[in-house]
């Protein structure tokens, strides 16, 4: 994943763009980037790898060697960005949000044929996002450009482009699969993934782009360079998991939608006598804890912090590339609550299960301090296609994900024709997938939230909405 925070203003934005890319941590752990434009120097850029320190720890001495009145930044859990490029439709520096899944492809069939060349990675990987740029420049215009390479490329683009002269260009995926927000002051504007970011640095909410939207923004206004198109596919995921709680898109609340969500969860468990005999609901902290609100409010099992995720030094489970180091990180921050877990039946509510790995410690762990039962929920349906348009999880590789390999086991390839019944819990490929979950990480009881349930926590029209990971469906 990834998020962006740009700003174009009459004062300097070197310490809005700074807070406002620090406030997207959230959604990634491997790079980080800012790139200033100034009037004397020109473009400006620096990158930082941020796996092991914060954002802020790494960029606080760009107050005293950068300033400028239109700035960008991002967060990147993939390549370094933003690049600075030149080319012949001028220079920029561009930050890029989303997935290439064809990037040999588009490097073989439209750049190989001009001589042309890229810097080199580890492994021979080319930085998607100067293919992205690459992409654009077989273009006249920029615009052109960015509807040319939303088209040809497989998975998703989500662009900030902060051009030689100030202005900043936003372009929002062609099918809308992440936000981009504008803020308003008195004398400029900002962009940013989050909306409350907006806020917090005195910006007001001025529009959400829509979907495949292009804009330049300066200091004296925004302006409209492509319409909106009129399909929109939005990531649902934005509300289930990886989306800040105090942040709205499409004008649903992300806290509020997981509340929602959550009490869909205990009706469907009050209505099948479900998880009876349980003594305490908790979320599997932090973006489990909503969802388990909302199902102990409607449930009216009490709400227990059964353990507590450290934070001062452990800020983030999945900062390590090595999946067996980020369950050890995962297993250093859960400090127990003894006297709400031993002799205690416990449900517990995580946002989703895409491996299960990490899970099965958290249940080892509660078992060890002496709980009686662990009943688990899951916040999404059963996830059986890695995500192909944002790169949000690390599964590259169907078998990564537990549903899917407990198919396989269950069925072999047999099972690939029967997902749709392994997904819903109410058939008998469906309590199969659940009990066979439950007997690996001994759980005393496991269900997912139906797709049903989730679309309506989101509460917008299932066609506008990316569920791909869930029914495969794009």
Request: charged share 25%; glycine share 10%; hydrophobic share 35%.
């Given at each position: 994943?990834?998020?962006?925070?740009?700003?174009?203003?009459?004062?300097?934005?070197?310490?809005?763009?700074?807070?406002?890319?620090?406030?997207?941590?959230?959604?990634?752990?491997?790079?980080?980037?800012?790139?200033?434009?100034?009037?004397?120097?020109?473009?400006?850029?620096?990158?930082?790898?941020?796996?092991?320190?914060?954002?802020?720890?790494?960029?606080?001495?760009?107050?005293?060697?950068?300033?400028?009145?239109?700035?960008?930044?991002?967060?990147?859990?993939?390549?370094?960005?933003?690049?600075?490029?030149?080319?012949?439709?001028?220079?920029?520096?561009?930050?890029?949000?989303?997935?290439?899944?064809?990037?040999?492809?588009l490097i073989d069939r439209y750049l190989n044929a001009d001589g042309g060349h890229f810097n080199a990675m580890t492994g021979g990987k080319v930085n998607n996002t100067e293919l992205v740029a690459a992409l654009i420049n077989q273009k006249d215009t920029f615009v052109e450009g960015i509807r040319?390479?939303?088209?040809?490329?497989?998975?998703?683009?989500?662009?900030?482009?902060?051009?030689?002269?100030?202005?900043?260009?936003?372009?929002?995926?062609?099918?809308?699969?992440?936000?981009?927000?504008?803020?308003?002051?008195?004398?400029?504007?900002?962009?940013?993934?989050?909306?409350?970011?907006?806020?917090?640095?005195?910006?007001?909410?001025?529009?959400?782009?829509?979907?495949?939207?292009?804009?330049?923004?300066?200091?004296?206004?925004?302006?409209?360079?492509?319409?909106?198109?009129?399909?929109?596919?939005?990531?649902?995921?934005?509300?289930?998991?990886?989306?800040?709680?105090?942040?709205?898109?499409?004008?649903?609340?992300?806290?509020?939608?997981?509340y929602r969500n959550g009490e869909i969860m205990a009706q469907s468990d009050l209505e099948a006598e479900n998880a009876k005999g349980v003594d305490y609901v908790g979320g599997v902290p932090d973006s489990g804890?909503?969802?388990?609100?909302?199902?102990?409010?409607?449930?009216?099992?009490?709400?227990?912090?059964?353990?507590?995720?450290?934070?001062?030094?452990?800020?983030?489970?999945?900062?390590?590339?090595?999946?067996?180091?980020?369950?050890?990180?995962?297993?250093?921050?859960?400090?127990?609550?003894?006297?709400?877990?031993?002799?205690?039946?416990?449900?517990?509510?995580?946002?989703?299960?895409?491996?299960?790995?990490?899970?099965?410690?958290?249940?080892?762990?509660?078992?060890?301090?002496?709980?009686?039962?662990?009943?688990?929920?899951?916040?999404?349906?059963?996830?059986?296609?890695?995500?192909?348009?944002?790169?949000?999880?690390?599964?590259?590789?169907?078998?990564?994900?537990?549903?899917?390999?407990?198919?396989?086991?269950?069925?072999?390839?047999?099972?690939?024709?029967?997902?749709?019944?392994?997904?819903?819990?109410?058939?008998?490929?469906?309590?199969?997938?659940?009990?066979?979950?439950?007997?690996?990480?001994?759980?005393?009881?496991?269900?997912?939230?139906?797709?049903?349930?989730?679309?309506?926590?989101?509460?917008?029209?299932?066609?506008?909405?990316?569920?791909?990971?869930?029914?495969?469906?794009?």
């Open positions: 994943m990834g998020g962006y925070f740009g700003a174009a203003c009459k004062h300097d934005v070197v310490a809005d763009v700074f807070f406002g890319t620090d406030y997207h941590s959230h959604l990634g752990t491997r790079r980080a980037g800012m790139a200033v434009y100034d009037t004397d120097v020109g473009l400006q850029r620096e990158i930082h790898n941020i796996e092991n320190s914060p954002f802020r720890t790494k960029f606080g001495d760009v107050f005293e060697e950068m300033h400028g009145c239109s700035a960008i930044g991002c967060i990147s859990d993939v390549d370094p960005q933003p690049l600075l490029i030149r080319s012949r439709l001028g220079t920029g520096a561009v930050c890029f949000t989303g997935a290439i899944n064809n990037a040999n492809e040319f390479a939303q088209q040809v490329i497989d998975g998703s683009v989500t662009l900030l482009i902060l051009l030689d002269g100030g202005s900043i260009l936003a372009a929002r995926d062609k099918y809308g699969r992440l936000p981009i927000h504008v803020g308003k002051k008195e004398d400029g504007y900002c962009l940013s993934f989050e909306s409350y970011v907006c806020e917090k640095l005195g910006y007001e909410c001025f529009k959400e782009l829509g979907p495949g939207e292009i804009v330049s923004v300066t200091s004296d206004g925004v302006t409209q360079l492509a319409a909106p198109g009129g399909k929109k596919k939005v990531c649902s995921f934005l509300w289930s998991y990886y989306g800040f709680p105090a942040s709205s898109y499409e004008g649903v609340n992300v806290e509020i939608m997981r804890t909503p969802h388990a609100i909302g199902y102990a409010n409607r449930s009216r099992i009490p709400f227990a912090r059964a353990f507590i995720k450290y934070t001062p030094s452990w800020s983030r489970s999945f900062t390590p590339s090595r999946q067996s180091d980020r369950i050890k990180i995962a297993t250093m921050k859960q400090i127990p609550v003894h006297d709400l877990i031993r002799n205690k039946s416990l449900l517990f509510v995580d946002d989703s299960i895409v491996r299960g790995t990490q899970l099965k410690g958290t249940v080892d762990f509660l078992y060890d301090h002496g709980a009686k039962a662990v009943h688990m929920r899951s916040a999404c349906p059963p996830i059986m296609y890695p995500c192909k348009y944002l790169n949000f999880s690390r599964s590259n590789d169907e078998m990564d994900l537990i549903a899917r390999r407990v198919v396989y086991e269950l069925e072999g390839e047999e099972g690939e024709k029967y997902l749709d019944e392994y997904r819903d819990g109410r058939t008998e490929r469906g309590k199969k997938l659940r009990q066979s979950i439950c007997d690996k990480f001994h759980f005393a009881s496991l269900e997912f939230q139906s797709l049903e349930g989730v679309i309506e926590s989101i509460g917008l029209p299932a066609e506008d909405l990316c569920t791909y990971c869930w029914n495969g469906k794009e």
